[in-house]
């Protein structure tokens, strides 16, 4: 089994992904899958691109929900999903080989591929579905938070920012150091009341959502407020979907 560091990482590195400016284009998904694991059909599947049983690993995944507010009006919520690069990862402590592995300095989850034996293990241990077992090479693959493109000092500063953060169309992205107080990701969960998904797993997620904020009715004033986050609100609902 693997051992997570002995001291929190002095960064955590991750995504805050707002919810509800997420149109559901899936640019994250394509540009992340070109990015990371793109084969000779890129940005498709692996196998079968064009054909019956299509597969293949996708770091990201988008997924979408019809939830219904307070207020009776129900609104399409769309919710992408990626490893979370958790602080208590349980995927990194049930690796045998020490594959699976959390960097002390930045807090971001990895995969040695050479050490991956493709037990599956991980997989099962993580509680949302982020690790994807590339069939076709035996290992285990999930998000890196690009981290060939985060460091990459041949890249311009604007780029150093993972593909899908890039890609995003509409901002619902966001990257940066959670640990820091005084970055741009930190002020805004604290503005916009960022939720940690599925908390009761506590493998506490470095990433964070921005609920959906409720929409004025026709003809009323707008209104600024989020959807409440618990226990009936959209993430609490949410929370338990992912969880059955
Ligand atoms: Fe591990 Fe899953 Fe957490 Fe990512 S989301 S660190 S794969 S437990
Ligand atoms: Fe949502 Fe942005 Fe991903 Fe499109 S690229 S699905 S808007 S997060």
């Not at 990482?9 to 559901?24: A, E, N, S």
């Not at 807090?107 to 590339?134: N, Q, S, T």
């Not at 993430?235 to 059955?244: A, H, I, K, M």
Request: glycine share 8%.
């Amino acid at each position: 089994m693997t051992s997570l560091p002995d001291t929190p990482p002095p960064k955590r590195l991750g995504l805050v992904i707002d919810l509800d400016t997420c149109v559901g284009c899936h640019s994250c998904v394509i540009s992340c899958k070109e990015w990371n694991t793109s084969g000779y059909p890129a940005p498709l599947t692996d196998e079968n691109p064009y054909g019956p049983g299509q597969s293949g690993a996708f770091l990201n995944r988008v997924h979408s929900f019809e939830a219904k507010a307070p207020d009776g009006n129900s609104r399409t919520v769309y919710f992408p999903k990626s490893c979370l690069h958790c602080e208590d990862a349980p995927c990194v402590t049930v690796c045998p080989t020490g594959a699976s592995h959390k960097r002390t300095d930045d807090g971001i989850v990895l995969v040695d591929e050479e050490k991956c034996m493709g037990c599956g293990l991980c997989a099962w241990a993580c509680p949302y579905g982020a690790r994807e077992m590339d069939a076709s090479e035996g290992v285990m693959k999930k998000c890196t938070l690009c981290i060939d493109r985060i460091y990459n000092h041949a890249l311009a500063p604007e780029d150093r920012q993972p593909a899908c953060v890039a890609s995003c169309p509409a901002s619902a992205r966001h990257f940066g150091d959670l640990a820091d107080p005084d970055s741009a990701v930190s002020a805004l969960v604290r503005e916009r009341g960022g939720y940690d998904l599925m908390p009761e797993q506590g493998c506490r997620p470095t990433n964070k959502y921005l609920p959906p904020r409720s929409r004025p009715a026709a003809g009323s004033a707008p209104a600024e407020q989020a959807l409440p986050n618990a226990p009936g609100g959209f993430l609490g609902w949410l929370d338990r979907v992912l969880s059955d």
